[in-house]
């Protein structure tokens, strides 16, 4: 080859590679910069969002109670309860029916009782002749009254025990009869839970026949079989509950009022273990640490710096969200409160 094809040649080589490099160039500058603009492009979270609020949050401690006959006061006997027979013998007559209401004193179950009727009959004439004393006839018809067993108060016979012809022995369940305007609940609640009750504290029978009463006794004992304390509140006398029925309650031990409160949802946890909430701004969400109190229906009674009511925060999307983002606010429909009010009552 001649040695102007060779310059020829080289020129040419010099040419392609120059290009080559050039385009290598400008792809490298392309791809470092892709990053950079997907960079550059903010991060535009959804979420949904409420406000804070002024509420009254109220601390609990739930558990489940009884109930059953009002106890005696030092005013008044009793609500009822259980007969027994107060000797042995044998049941000649029940004098009534289950759901039946009796007077106090009615008879409701006599034991085999003729032969002490007639003997009181017997002194009764022997006293009029002056054949016999008051305390032999006050006698005989002590012993009639143990063979007529009677109402000791005014209510509805809840439980018949027994049938004519069966023998008892003293002590035997014979009957139930209950005031059913004079109930009570009575529950068991654990030690380590029972340091706030006192008496005159609200309780609240809850399910499908709520009530509202005011606690009348807390036992200064721990059961040492159970670890708990006895507790007891009278129930309104159109309560709607029934003897022996098991109900849920919930002692109000605490309240706090027109304190300010957050959606429970947009209440969490961040990295370093503190609760926050998300308030937003505009656009905005930014995290702002708060100091939790008491929960119920939904809402977390919150403290921290320059919180206000009405500030809006952001509920379902706050887990995990930055400390400051872009955000995008898809609310439900008006009324449609399940995705910020999921929070129970505390019960502590």
């Known amino acids: 080859m001649s040695s102007r094809g060779k310059f020829i040649l080289i ?12 385009f290598m160039l400008e792809k490298s500058r392309g791809e470092a910069s892709a990053p950079d603009e997907e960079a550059a492009v903010p991060t535009v979270v959804t979420v ?99 063979l007529q067993i009677s109402a000791p108060v005014a209510g509805t016979v809840t439980r018949v025990s027994v049938k004519p012809g069966e023998a008892v022995d003293v002590n035997s369940a014979v009957a139930e009869v209950i005031d059913l305007s004079r109930l009570a609940v009575s529950a068991e609640i654990p030690a380590a839970e029972a340091a706030d009750l006192k008496a005159g504290q609200e309780l609240q029978v809850q399910g499908e026949t709520p009530a509202t009463a005011a606690l009348s006794f807390v036992s200064p004992a721990i059961d040492p079989k159970t670890g708990a304390v006895l507790v007891r509140a009278p129930l309104p006398a159109d309560s709607g509950l029934r003897p022996g029925q098991f ?43 708060v100091t939790t109190g008491f929960r119920e229906n939904g809402m977390v009674e919150v403290e921290g710096a320059g919180l206000k009511e009405g500030d809006t925060v952001v509920t379902v999307g706050a887990y995990g969200l930055p400390e400051k983002t872009k955000i995008r606010v898809v609310n439900p429909p008006t009324g449609d409160t399940s995705a910020t009010n999921s929070e129970p009552a505390e019960a502590k």
């Open 247 to 289: 109900v849920p309650l919930r002692i109000v031990t605490a309240v706090h009022t027109n304190c300010l409160a957050a959606p429970a949802a947009g209440v969490v946890t961040d990295d370093s273990g503190h609760s926050v909430i998300a308030r937003v701004e505009g656009d905005t969400a930014a995290q702002t640490p």
């Open 48 to 146: 949904q969002t409420g406000a804070l609020a002024r509420v009254t949050l109220h601390r609990y401690v739930a558990g489940y109670g009884t109930v059953e006959a009002a106890p005696a006061t030092a005013d008044q006997p009793a609500g009822g309860g259980q007969l027994a027979a107060p000797s042995a013998g044998v049941v000649t007559r029940v004098d009534v029916i289950e759901g039946q209401h009796v007077e106090k004193g009615d008879v409701l179950v006599e034991l085999n009782s003729q032969a002490a009727a007639q003997e009181v009959d017997r002194q009764k004439k022997l006293y009029a002749e002056n054949n016999t004393s008051l305390r032999n006839l006050e006698a005989a018809e002590a012993q009639l009254a143990l």
């Open 11 to 22: 020129g040419a080589a010099v040419v392609l590679g120059a290009a080559l490099g050039i």
